[in-house]
């Protein structure tokens, strides 16, 4: 593998970029002058190796490796409004691998080791926080799923284990783990390296570096239409056909990849292509209560209820729950939402009643049937699609961007992302995620 | 809180009812292609625009039905019409 | 229907059945009640509760005399209503009920389950109980929109119901399983304005 | 700056012949009746009430309203109080937050030493390496989390929630909401008016006597109109279809009370939030707002300092000049920004002002430097409903661009006027929003089933012909030529935003989360518009061009308790629930159900009920009753057998796959008559199977005469099974034949059963023994339990509980949906592959199957999941469920334990699973890698049944 330090490469415009460090903050506070760009604002050209569509994580994670991994630097990351204005930037943070399947979990145990050297790897600290991630079960058949999962990680080497209400208590005293709960809390699937990250630290971080090597990166630059030469369908796009280039708000490039990482958006990108995909979009919506001084030492999910909660550094609870009940662009947000999450929290943790909840927000998500994602080659030649993201691709972020790299770059499919590719719903092989499906994050 | 229009009920909280999803028709079981019938299955339009979905009133009059709504501004158009839905998805 | 056959039973030691509605009165409920008159409670679990389905414009549904979202009180005290486009219930003592259900035309009547056991039914009266169910209830209970009368289905908290506005009273009807839930929710909302739990 | 209470006041809010006591830090102190925390303690001289969250610089109040930053107190277990808007009350223990040791001695103002490092985002670029050092350094960055201290042991106090319906809400009681809730009123709409602070008024409350008069006149019309008039409550969020929340904090005997209001029409009055100017030193103790001044003084008769300078651009700051003289403080100079006039610093020890430099340069000795630059709109409503607001540069601040038209915004948001323009503005708003209400109700009402017939064709929408409100003239001040704060809360400097600007982050979403300005407690209630505006001087573009970050709800933050309301969770409980827990059940939690887990002893149930006989409450057992001439179609439909000829009397069971083949549920069907069936679906299952069936009747075969009715609370059920079973029941049942020639298994009949009528009794048996299942009319469900036990006291009846059932099921080798299988388990995978006919010409599911079955692709085949029965080789050892099946010695998983027991009939071990096809053969020796590690060995078994897997004692 290359040399990922940011020490050794200069980027495309000749400068490299300033590092970050307590001896350059302390430099720059004592010459009070500022730190450059981390990343710079070039026009538009008309031809690039790649286009990239969507400036999130996943976006800009594969720009990256495509230059420090394959050498591709010529490409051109374009987002419609800002980076991290999707899901990237909306998310709760949380980072696990104690997923159901073998395939699962190699892949996102994968990214968190990326996750792991990140901050080293990019120069940003993302502030990753390996706190311990805890989802609860409430009967008996949430812990035999907990269990299931609990050994097929122990088999990939996940510490993953189930535990019991005492040493829940122990670890989130918080929790009322007593059994005249409503809804008792009977075990839970205990994952110690999951935790959260500082999630607009890794989409700056990715962009910064992707720039360092070359990579542009195009805000405020709406896809329109997606050309496409060759296929089957009216105006000869879809299946058979061949990518030429995208049409933006601000031109239109040519380039022989394209590939979609809108995620949300990602079924109207594929249309412009004149793909079909097996995707709903669904709001998925989040809330944080005013700043108290910190309480819960680990992540908490419970999936019977619906609802997540973690603790930030800067004393905020982030709330978060299961997906809106109907297909939606529309990230208004719900009163509903608010209501069963308080509801639901206070049912985990009665002592909170008191916070207070300062803002909720909304993300779309991308949902597949069997709560994996769609990632690789379509029918259309050049189009590729890392999408499918649902309400847990945060955490998948390094890895799709490291293999969809190596997808673009070798023009095959790679291993880890073999089970995902889009051709599973033809065929009638979907993977086993849904065999147990279960909220998570 | 959606207020969808019950062809039956008349304007109802969408708490009342269940989202079925886009409505499509099923192809017949014994002609269809895998590749049809998996499409019938799995695939969606999921467009932002008007999208035509299957809504079940579930505390109310238990009629299924179809409406036209528009999946940016949540707006609904047309009298809604009793009828078809996507039957797979349980 | 609440009745047994004449069964003999004196030989073989069986006692004879007593019908129990859902509604368990618990402290927790009956503590609640102040007598205040406000809002009351009354279980009538023990009426009947006969379902009907008819084709649209047959014969039965004519004479049942009622339209989905309407009721009405015959002279016998039925209430008839039209819960859903081609449902309607009989609801009142098993005698009356009888009665209203053999003046009925068989020309449309396509099926007819009693479920007088599969539903708790409460009787809401008083002059809160429309403050009471705006807190339980989404519907919109001002006379325009849900005058006397008026019949339809909601979640009430949290639990599908039936609700009818029949004369100065609300009936409101679960499956009888939620019944315990649905009093005990109905008491908590209603204490604020007085309660009277009924007999 | 030196504070008192000064003489009584006409406009005073306080009674002061009621003395509050309250403690600060530990300090008995006192106030009057209507002061809030806030004006007491500045009553008290208490000034410096908490530290920054940065810098931990001293802070003092600025606005004296919600929004003021710096005035989060502990109060007891509550955190976060906004002290400067909280009523005071009697016995308070108020305390400073994020201060250590003290708000007077603060350590971690060191921090302001080294200020100039901990620019915006000064996290990113630290601690990176070592890596492994910064859990370490995470700990000690999240002791500065600011915010006040949850107390665990908080009691989930009494909070509530209600609907209302109203034709108008009216967010704002200032002059202008309230006129729009009167004319509304008078027009005939029902109005719902909704004030955040304790009183109506709005900026009226701190003016003069015939300011006051007249929100005395306006609040008697309220109250004669009879509107519903909500103080301390605040409108907290506008969602779809103007579905409205409103926090209510002044309902008698609740702590807070969530209105979720359906209006028909909003009207926005939310008024104007005074900006704060920034200039070096503008979060010095000692710089307060004009509105702040003015309400201190005029409201709670505290006087703010002795020697003031005022910074005014408008009336409010005027005013306040003229209050501060009439309150005997001297007011050294009056700098007004209209013509020029500057401020550029103040200077002090940190906790105090003491001069202020002006912008010709000179200074004035002050304590006190009094600002009025400007408004922000608060159009977070609007912003919700979907408007965007827009800049207009010669009002200097941001205005509604097109909110929907069930929408309407008046007041100073839209513009500015005189007392008499403001309500006659608000006036006409009330008008047009009970005439759009009426148009909305006309359509409601017209639409709905249940409603009232309305009257006549349906009324035009009415346009909106308000005569607009004129945009007065303002100095856009928004930075002086120094630098100063933004963002008081999160202790962002205009420096900070420049900076951050100049990385990179500078799109307005960048820089507020790059540097948090805005995300705050107040939400940019305060600093958005200097936010905006710091960054457009950055990029040297307009404040329009730059645009402002969202505003989401809620409007002010609302408690979680209140969010909450009451808790209450639906729970269903069968008959005899009490029964059991009277008699020593042990209750399980399933869905919502309450049910019996065991009595004591499961084993010792078990094997009674193999003996002699045992009673089970299965009545959540779902349950349909399917009536008409289509069902044997319908069920040919839904399950994947066949049942044509199911006769009467008959029951059979079967599997229902979604259409990807998938199992959905299973359960028998019996044919109680000719047109009549009964259904049976899991427990769980019960609700989607219904939901599923008329899916199929409504959509796809609409002309199918089928009527299904959900019986499931209808019937209680009872199995009474062992080989005693048919004894007890023909003690209860004397006119039941059950003669096992001619009641054989699986066959149904209705009977009487200890007198009950109506009784539907069949012949299956989960459990594996002889057994009837009795569903009887709930209403006598506990009578007939009573005489099972009674009836079946000689036979040696006992009742038994879900866990018996599971462990009889499993020596039985019944498999479950959705413990034995899962999401990906299609129908043939189950062993049941006998029940699935292809000939029938149509079933849920066909196609899928059809292709599972042809496929004979042998390396598909062989790995296709098998649901098999296993027995371990050492039968003591009891495999957990979910236990892996791997590939000998290696890793590889090929299957998994799904149910496992000791079972007390064999006495050993057996288990269920799904492995494989390719190991699945009789005989096989599997591993099992047991939860601690070890790797046993089990044999694949022949039949799914580890007892009696002929169904002798079924049959029998
Ligand atoms: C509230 C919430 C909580 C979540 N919590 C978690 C969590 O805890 N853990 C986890 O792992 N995951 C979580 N997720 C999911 C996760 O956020 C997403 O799966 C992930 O961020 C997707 O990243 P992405 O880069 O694929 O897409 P995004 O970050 O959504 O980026 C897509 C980009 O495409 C751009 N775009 C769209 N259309 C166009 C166009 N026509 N032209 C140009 N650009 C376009 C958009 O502007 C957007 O920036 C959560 C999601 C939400 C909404
Ligand atoms: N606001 C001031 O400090 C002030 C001072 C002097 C003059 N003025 C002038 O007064 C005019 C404004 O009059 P007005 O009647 O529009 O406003 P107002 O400021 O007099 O009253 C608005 C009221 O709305 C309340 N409010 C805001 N949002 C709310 C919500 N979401 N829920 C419940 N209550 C909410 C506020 O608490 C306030 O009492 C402007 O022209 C302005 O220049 C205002
Ligand atoms: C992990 C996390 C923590 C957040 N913490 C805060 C916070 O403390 N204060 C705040 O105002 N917003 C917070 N937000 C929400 C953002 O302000 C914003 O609402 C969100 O990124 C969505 O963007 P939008 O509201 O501009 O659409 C947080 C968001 C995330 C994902
Ligand atoms: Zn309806």
């Known amino acids: 593998m290359a040399d990922r330090s940011l020490r050794s490469r200069r980027n495309g415009n000749g400068k490299g970029p300033e590092r970050y460090s307590a001896w350059g903050l302390l430099r720059k506070g004592l010459a009070q002058e500022n730190w450059p760009r981390a990343w710079r604002e070039v026009p538009l050209r008309d031809t690039y190796d790649a286009v990239i569509i969507g400036g999130g994580v996943h976006g800009l994670a594969t720009a990256y490796y495509l230059a420090v991994n394959h050498g591709i630097t010529n490409v051109a990351v374009v987002d419609k409004a800002y980076i991290g204005s999707g899901g990237s930037g909306r998310n709760t943070a949380i980072v696990r691998s104690n997923y159901l399947t073998p395939e699962g979990v190699a892949f996102y145990d994968r990214s968190l080791e990326l996750y792991n050297s990140m901050a080293s790897d990019l120069n940003i600290n993302v502030m990753f926080s390996e706190r311990g991630h805890l989802t609860l079960a409430h009967n008996d058949g949430a812990v035999r799923t907990m269990r299931w999962r609990a050994e097929v990680n122990k088999l990939q080497n996940i510490d993953s284990s189930v535990i019991g209400p005492d040493e829940i208590k122990k670890l989130v005293p918080s929790l009322d783990t007593t059994s005249d709960a409503r809804y008792p809390i009977m075990g839970a699937l205990y994952h110690p390296p999951g935790g959260i990250i500082r999630h607009d630290a890794v989409v700056w971080g990715y962009a910064r570096a992707a720039d360092h090597y070359g990579v542009e990166i195009h805000q405020k630059t709406e896809v329109l239409d997606i050309l496409v030469e060759g296929g089957s369908g009216p105006d000869g796009k879809g299946p058979g056909g061949k990518v030429t280039g995208v049409r933006t708000s601000k031109g239109d490039i040519s380039a022989p990849i394209v590939v979609n990482c809108t995620a949300g958006w990602a079924s109207l990108i594929a249309s412009m292509a004149g793909i079909k995909l097996p995707i709903h979009t669904r709001p998925l919506q989040a809330a944080v209560t005013e700043p108290v001084k910190v309480f819960l030492p680990a992540v908490v999910v419970s999936g019977s209820l619906h609802v997540y909660v973690s603790q930030t550094d800067r004393g905020e609870l982030v709330f978060g729950a299961a997906v809106d009940p109907f297909n939606n662009y529309n990230i208004a947000g719900s009163l509903d939402f608010t209501e069963g999450l308080a509801g639901h929290i206070l049912e985990l943790m009665p002592g909170v009643s008191k916070m207070r909840l300062l803002r909720q927000w909304a993300g779309l998500c991308d949902m597949t049937p069997d709560y994996s994602p769609v990632m690789g080659f379509t029918p259309v030649e050049g189009f590729l699609c890392d999408v499918g993201w649902g309400t847990y691709g945060f955490k998948a972020g390094p890895v799709s961007g490291e293999t969809m790299a190596e997808c673009i770059a070798t023009n095959q499919t790679p291993k880890l992302i073999a089970p995902f590719a889009l051709d599973r719903f033809p065929e009638g092989t979907l993977v086993g995620e849904k065999g147990a499906a279960s909220v998570g994050h | ?90 | ?199 | 700056m030196s504070t008192s209470r000064l003489s009584a006041r006409s406009g005073e809010v306080i009674d002061r012949t009621k003395t509050v006591p309250f403690t600060w830090n530990g300090r008995s102190l006192s106030g009057y009746d209507g002061d809030t925390i806030g004006s007491a303690l500045l009553a008290n001289n208490v000034r410096i009430v908490s530290r920054s969250m940065k810098y931990h610089r001293p802070r003092s109040y600025m606005s004296m309203d919600y929004w003021d930053p710096n005035a989060l107190l502990q109060v007891g277990d509550e955190p976060n109080v906004r002290s400067a808007h909280r009523r005071l009350e009697s016995g308070m223990d108020v305390s400073a937050q994020n201060v250590w040791p003290s708000v007077d001695r603060d350590i971690k103002a060191a921090n302001g030493l080294v200020g100039r490092f901990l620019t915006a985002g000064f996290y990113y670029k630290t601690f990176i390496n070592p890596q492994r050092l910064w859990p370490l350094y995470e700990k000690v960055l999240a002791t500065f989390a600011p915010g006040g201290k949850v107390d665990l042991d908080t009691p989930h106090g009494y909070y509530d929630k209600r609907y209302a319906h109203p034709d108008v809400v009216v967010a704002g009681g200032g002059p202008a909401g309230m006129a729009a809730a009167i004319s509304a009123a008078e027009a005939g709409a029902s109005v719902m008016l909704v004030e955040h602070e304790y009183g109506l008024g709005g900026h009226l409350r701190w003016g003069d006597d015939s300011d006051r008069a007249i929100v005395a006149e306006m609040s008697q019309r309220l109250i004669d109109l009879g509107v519903e008039v909500l103080v301390d409550s605040t409108v907290t969020g506008r969602y779809d279809d103007n579905w409205i929340s409103i926090a209510q904090r002044s309902h008698p005997g609740v702590i807070e009370r969530l209105i979720k209001a359906r209006a028909k029409i909003l009207v926005v009055a939310a008024g104007l939030i005074e900006r704060p100017y920034v200039f070096s030193g503008n979060d010095k103790p000692g710089v307060m707002l004009s509105g702040g001044v003015r309400r201190l003084v005029n409201m709670y008769g505290v006087r703010p300092g002795s020697r003031a300078v005022v910074l005014t651009a408008n009336e409010s700051g005027d005013q306040a000049a003229a209050d501060l003289e009439a309150a005997g403080v001297s007011v050294v100079e009056l700098v007004d920004a209209r013509n020029g006039g500057g401020v550029t610093a103040v200077e002090g020890s940190p906790s105090q002002v003491e001069s202020v430099t002006l912008a010709d340069g000179s200074t004035r000795e002050a304590d006190l430097l009094v600002t009025a630059v400007g408004w922000t709109a608060p159009t977070s409503l609007l912003n919700m409903s979907g408007d965007r607001p827009s800049y207009d540069a010669s009002a200097a601040r941001f205005f509604p661009s097109a909110p929907p038209d069930t929408v309407l915004a008046t007041g100073g948001m839209v513009g500015d006027g005189t007392l008499d323009e403001l309500v006659g503005h608000g006036t006409a708003t009330g008008q047009l929003a009970a005439a759009r209400a009426a148009v909305t109700a006309y359509r409601l009402q017209s639409t709905t089933a249940r409603a009232l017939p309305v009257d006549g064709p349906e009324p035009d929408w009415p346009s909106d012909q308000r005569a607009p409100l004129a945009h007065r003239q303002h100095p856009e001040l928004y930075r002086s030529s120094t630098h100063g704060m933004v963002d008081f809360s999160e202790d962002v400097s205009s420096k900070d935003l420049v900076a951050a600007a100049a990385e990179g982050f500078d799109s307005v979403e960048l820089l507020k989360r790059f540097t948090t300005a805005t995300m705050g407690p107040s939400q940019g209630k305060l600093e958005t518009v200097n936010t905006v505006a710091v960054l457009a001087e950055a990029r040297g573009e307009t404040i329009e061009q730059v645009g402002t970050t969202v505003w989401r709800p809620p409007y002010a933050p609302i408690s979680l308790g209140g969010l909450a309301g009451r808790i209450f969770e639906p729970v269903r409980r069968s008959p005899m629930q009490d029964w059991h827990e009277a008699h020593g059940a042990t209750p399980l939690v399933a869905g919502a159900w309450i049910r019996p887990d065991h009595y004591g002893d499961a084993a010792e149930e078990v094997r009674n009920t193999r003996r002699n006989v045992g009673i089970i409450d299965v009545s959540p057992l779902g349950k349909l009753d399917l009536q008409g001439p289509d069902v044997p179609q319908l069920l040919n439909l839904l399950y994947t057998n066949k049942w044509s000829k199911l006769p009467v009397g008959g029951v059979r069971y079967g599997i229902m796959c979604a259409e990807d083949g998938v199992v959905l549920d299973d359960g028998v069907t019996g044919r109680l008559s000719d047109n009549r069936y009964l259904m049976t679906t899991t427990s769980s299952g019960a609700a989607s199977v219904w939901e599923w069936a008329e899916n199929w009747l409504q959509t796809e075969r609409p002309s199918w005469k089928v009527d299904v009715t959900p019986v499931t609370g209808a019937y209680a059920s009872i199995n009474v099974a062992g080989p005693k079973s048919r004894e007890l029941i023909g003690r209860l049942a004397p006119e039941l034949d059950l003669d096992p020639e001619r009641f054989k298994y699986m066959q149904v009949r209705t009977a009487t059963v200890a007198g009950v009528d109506n009784c539907v009794v069949w012949r299956i048996g989960f459990t594996g023994e002889l057994s009837y299942e009795v569903h009887v009319p709930a209403g006598y469900a506990l009578h007939l339990w009573l005489q099972l036990m009674e009836q079946g006291l000689d036979l040696g009846v006992a009742p038994f509980g879900i866990e018996a059932q599971r462990i009889m099921r499993l020596e039985k080798g019944h498999f479950i949906v959705g413990q034995d299988t899962d999401g990906l388990t299609k129908a043939p995978s189950t062993g049941m592959g006998a029940l699935i006919k292809m000939d029938k010409e149509d079933f849920v599911g066909k196609p899928e199957l059809a292709w599972e079955l042809e496929n004979s692709d042998p390396d598909v085949l062989k790995r296709r999941p098998a649901v098999v029965a296993l027995q371990t080789l050492d039968p003591q050892i009891v495999p957990e469920e979910a236990s892996q099946l791997v590939r000998g010695t290696t890793t590889e998983i090929i299957g998994r334990i799904t149910s496992s027991r000791m079972s007390p009939t064999l006495g050993r071990s057996i288990c269920l699973g799904q492995i494989e096809q390719q190991y699945a053969d009789a005989g096989n020796i599997v591993t099992i890698l047991l939860t601690d590690g070890r790797r046993i060995e089990a044999e694949v078994q022949a039949h799914h049944a580890h007892y009696d897997p002929e169904g002798e004692r079924l049959r029998g």
Not at chain 3, 49 to 63: I, N, T, V, Y
Not at chain 3, 66 to 72: E, T
Not at chain 3, 166 to 172: F, M, T
């Open chain 2, 1 to 90: 809180m959606l207020i969808v229009p019950c062809p039956h009920c008349g304007p109802r909280n969408s708490s009342d009812l269940r989202y079925v999803g886009e409505s499509h028709s099923r192809p017949d079981p014994n002609t269809a292609t895998p590749e049809q019938w998996r499409d019938y299955l799995y695939m969606e339009d999921n467009p932002a625009d008007w999208l035509k979905e299957t809504w079940y009133c579930r505390s109310g009059c238990r009629r299924y039905f179809t409406l036209e709504r528009h999946t940016g501004s949540n707006e609904f158009r047309n009298p809604p019409i009793p009828g078809n839905k996507k039957g797979t998805k349980a």
């Open chain 3, 1 to 199: 229907m609440v009745n047994t056959t004449d069964l003999d039973l004196t030989n073989s030691g069986v006692e004879a059945p007593t019908y129990r509605t859902s509604v368990v009165v618990t402290p927790a409920t009956s503590g609640l009640a102040d007598g205040g008159g406000g809002v009351a409670l009354v279980d009538r679990g023990d009426h009947t509760k006969l379902m009907l389905r008819c084709d649209a414009g047959s014969a039965a549904a004519a004479a049942l005399g009622v339209s989905f979202g309407s009721s009405r009180i015959t002279d016998s005290g039925v209430v008839i209503t039209g819960l859903r486009p081609d449902e309607y219930w009989l609801i009142g003592t098993a005698e009356s009920v009888t009665g209203e259900r053999a003046g009925l035309p068989a020309d449309g009547l396509r099926s007819e389950v009693d479920l007088t056991h599969g539903r708790t039914l409460i009787e809401v009266s008083g002059p809160k109980a429309t403050g009471m169910l705006e807190k339980v209830c989404g519907l919109d209970f001002s006379d325009a929109m849900t005058p006397r009368g008026a019949a339809t289905s909601a979640s009430v908290a949290k639990v599908s119901c039936d609700i009818v506005r029949a004369g100065d009273s609300y009936l409101v009807a679960c499956d009888r399983s939620f019944g315990q839930y649905l009093m005990e929710s109905l008491a908590d909302a209603a204490r604020e304005f007085g309660l009277t739990l009924g007999d």
